[in-house]
Nanobody, 124 residues
Framework: QVQLVESGGGLVQPGGSLRLSCAAS????????IAWFRQAPGREREGVAC???????DYADSVKDRFTISRVVANNTVFLQMNSLKPEDTAVYYC??????????????????WGQGIQVTVSS
């Protein structure tokens, strides 16, 4: 069974940093794209960042130069380093995975596997 478990969320002040972790089981990062999505109350879910099965990355314009996605293939773990956080970043963050034959990731693609989500709150 595929499982994705997020950790590392919480409350942080504007300008601060958090690192989210996504621990994957039942799949290998060598054959799957992994993406981070987020959703705030009353807003549509949006893609944040993704990493392909060969390690290429993509980011939403709103988080470029502030967030970094990375992975440790041997540990089946994906990270999202979030710096210079803003109140607008407040949301539930989800880790998602999908088997892919492509060499790039795309947050517009359908993702078959999802974690439960973790709260990130940016407030003073």
């Amino acid at each position: 069974q595929v499982q994705l478990v997020e950790s590392g969320g919480g409350l942080v002040q504007p300008g601060g940093s958090l690192r989210l972790s996504c621990a994957a089981s039942g799949l290998t990062l060598d054959t799957h794209s992994i993406a981070w999505f987020r959703q705030a109350p009353g807003r549509e879910r949006e893609g944040v960042a993704c990493v392909s099965k060969i390690g290429t990355t993509d980011y939403a314009d709103s988080v470029k130069d502030r967030f970094t996605i990375s992975r440790v293939v041997a540990n089946n773990t994906v990270f999202l380093q979030m710096n210079s956080l803003k109140p607008e970043d407040t949301a539930v963050y989800y880790c998602a995975a999908d088997q892919s034959w492509l060499l790039i990731c795309n947050m517009g693609y359908k993702y078959d596997y999802w974690g439960q989500g973790i709260q990130v709150t940016v407030s003073s």
